[in-house]
């Protein structure tokens, strides 16, 4: 008995070891997204030039992640002197306070705070106060769907600062927020050889004297953000439609005031009223709270084809969703054909599985999800060839396994209540009893020939 007790704790003190183990794993470790794993936001520091007390700066954010985009009101980038540095001035961006400048005469620097922070300007800025990739409203887009508008630059005058290669130090504890939280931004490392730049005409390299880099990760554990959307599903081979699981964005007996019902007299004083500005999401009122749905619906079943259809939902009375995109992860993805009304790319997270698709609206069409109302959704239709030694409608098969909006993992219904196909279907059945007549048919014939 003394040898069993002795065995037993001897099992609870290693399974108590694993477990501390795993509770001292660092939170970064939320960050790794594996349809994702390289997705980053780099920031690229470029010293462009030297001035008598400093010198001038190009800042770049570069967001690299394939499908996470930063929505509005834009980023805001931190960071805190090495020293008693000042910005004199900018352009393309500006710091949300100047800070304390009293100790300067008639040239007053544009911020003197040791941590400033940056925003973007807003579209339609004078072009005298614009340079490459500004003025956007710190809205940057995926690089998947759209390279060219997923960088932002601004342009800094630094003075107080070291004026040689040997001097300049890099600004220390980089901040981002896109808008919130959720970022995490490492030291800045110098970048050899410098970035070079090329001339509009092609004909001449410049260089920058010193270059830094800086990579931020994005984490859901370090964002603290409660899920955003949820996936319903249906099918044509049964009547059920299996709802958002209950309280997948929140409940509303948890946070009240935080929904309004659809038919409400007070609805539009509430979203046009003096909170209209927030951040904080205004949703219909519905079991799940969530500010976006996504519904898959299994549509059509052909010979050697079936179709579903996608509709996007937007129960958020405060957020126009621009530039919106889906990921959605199902084994037929390496047997689409057509995609209707949505542009589409796959991504291969794992280079030799072809099971992830990139969804997102055409331009001046769809890319667009209006508020909660009559217009807030958009929808399409995906044609799938079927492969005979994967395909089958049983055990959910048909269903994604995991859907992002914008970069968010979306609630899934449990998989126990995922729409089953009925033992006995009148359309299979049908199909079944056309063959019946002419086996007998055969038979009779095969019966008489052998009494004959």
Excluded at 263 to 276: E, H, Y
């Amino acid at each position: 008995m003394a040898r069993l007790r002795l065995l037993l704790l001897r099992h609870l003190a290693a399974a108590t070891a694993l477990l501390a183990g795993f509770s001292s794993l660092p939170p970064l470790a939320e960050a790794y997204d594996p349809l994702d794993p390289t997705g980053n936001i780099t920031i690229k520091w470029d010293v462009m030039q030297w001035t008598s007390d400093g010198y001038v700066a190009v800042v770049s954010i570069y967001n690299y992640h394939k499908y996470r985009h930063i929505q509005a009101p834009g980023w805001n980038l931190g960071w805190v002197w090495a020293k008693k540095e000042i910005i004199w001035t900018m352009v393309g961006g500006q710091t949300t306070e100047q800070g304390d400048c009293s100790q300067f005469k008639g040239n007053i620097p544009h911020c003197c705070k040791r941590d400033p922070a940056v925003v973007d300007l807003l579209p339609g800025t004078p072009y005298n106060m614009q340079v490459a990739n500004c003025c956007k409203g710190g809205v940057l887009n995926s690089w998947v769907q759209d390279p060219v508008s997923a960088v932002a630059s601004f342009q800094i005058s630094v003075g107080r600062s070291g004026t040689t290669n040997y001097t300049v130090k890099a600004p220390l504890n980089f901040t981002l927020k896109a808008p919130g939280p959720g970022y995490s931004c490492g030291a800045a490392h110098v970048v050899k050889p410098p970035t070079k730049f090329i001339s509009q005409d092609g004909r001449r390299t410049t260089q920058a004297h010193v270059t830094w880099n800086v990579t931020c990760t994005y984490s859901q554990f370090v964002a603290q953000r409660a899920p955003t959307c949820c996936v319903s599903l249906s099918s044509f081979y049964n009547e059920t439609i299996v709802n958002c699981p209950k309280c997948s964005c929140g409940c509303q007996n948890t946070r009240p005031g935080s929904c309004v019902e659809g038919n409400s007299p007070f609805l539009a004083s509430v979203v046009n009223g003096p909170g209209k500005s927030s951040m904080a999401p205004l949703v219909q009122c519905t079991p799940h709270m969530c500010p976006i749905r996504v519904h898959w619906h299994v549509k059509l079943n052909y010979r050697e084809y079936w179709r579903v259809k996608i509709t996007v939902t937007n129960w958020n009375y405060r957020m126009n969703y621009s530039q919106w995109n889906l990921v959605v992860q199902h084994p037929n993805f390496d047997n689409v054909t057509t995609i209707f009304s949505f542009n589409y790319k796959p991504l291969n997270p794992y280079e030799v599985i072809n099971d992830t698709g990139m969804l997102w609206g055409i331009k001046y069409y769809n890319d667009l999800l209006m508020v909660a109302g009559p217009d807030g959704n958009v929808q399409s239709e995906l044609l799938f060839r079927k492969d005979p030694l994967t395909f089958t409608f049983e055990k959910g098969w048909a269903f994604p396994r995991r859907i992002y909006f914008n970069g968010d993992s979306c609630v899934m219904p449990p998989p126990d209540a995922y729409p089953w196909l009925p033992n006995s279907s009148p359309v299979l059945l049908l199909k079944s009893s056309s063959l019946v007549l002419p086996i007998a048919i055969w038979m009779a014939m095969l019966f008489l020939r052998l009494r004959m």
